[in-house]
């Protein structure tokens, strides 16, 4: 299994793809690994705060207004120049669309689970340009997650109603435990070229 996973992971990053000067392999997965614990924390907490003080209308509010504030702020505290984000094929929020290589990445993460596969907690994305992406796989695991991402159906009216005034194209719907949700990416910039 782990033999599987070291294949896959080469195959990610030295598919036709140059490394940076700037960032070693390894130190990209470490850094991106740390981002986006640090996000995948941050958010799980103020969730759980939203639920005790207002329960799941504060938890979808705090989805909706509050989120990607914490995720800019932790982008902030690592630097500028590198990117963190939260994307998903099953976004509310446009700002959580993926880019066209985010979704294909996505889509072959989501392969990995429906194929009931090793999910690695990250994975290396190598550019021609120099520049990485780090992905780490968000998976729908909580029942209160499903409350607001699960069949629409069987979520409260209230909340539809609010999600349905913040966006009009929601895709969030639809999610079962175990499914594939989004991921955290972490973007590592190009080496600048000296002048």
């Not at 069987?154 to 009009?168: E, H, N, R």
Request: glycine residues 6%; proline residues 3%; contains cysteine.
């Amino acid at each position: 299994m782990r033999r599987w996973m070291q294949v896959m992971m080469l195959a990610a990053i030295f598919s036709g793809l140059v490394m940076a000067e700037e960032y070693s392999v390894k130190e990209v997965q470490k850094i991106g690994a740390k981002i986006s614990k640090e996000v995948q924390k941050t958010l799980k907490h103020k969730l759980k705060k939203a639920k005790k003080k207002g329960g799941l209308e504060a938890m979808a509010k705090y989805c909706a207004e509050e989120s990607l504030k914490d995720i800019d702020a932790i982008r902030q505290k690592y630097g500028k120049e590198l990117g963190v984000r939260r994307v998903s094929l099953g976004h509310r929020n446009s700002k959580n669309a993926p880019k066209a290589d985010e979704a294909k990445m996505l889509e072959a993460l989501d392969l990995l689970v429906k194929a009931n596969a090793f999910l690695p907690k990250t994975i290396v994305q190598a550019h021609e340009d120099g520049s990485y992406k780090v992905y780490a796989p968000i998976t729908l695991n909580s029942r209160t997650c499903k409350k607001c991402h699960g069949d629409k159906e069987s979520i409260d009216p209230k909340i539809v109603k609010y999600f349905a005034s913040k966006y009009k194209d929601d895709k969030g719907y639809g999610f079962h435990s175990g499914d594939l949700r989004g991921a955290i990416v972490v973007t590592f910039p190009a080496p600048k070229e000296e002048e």
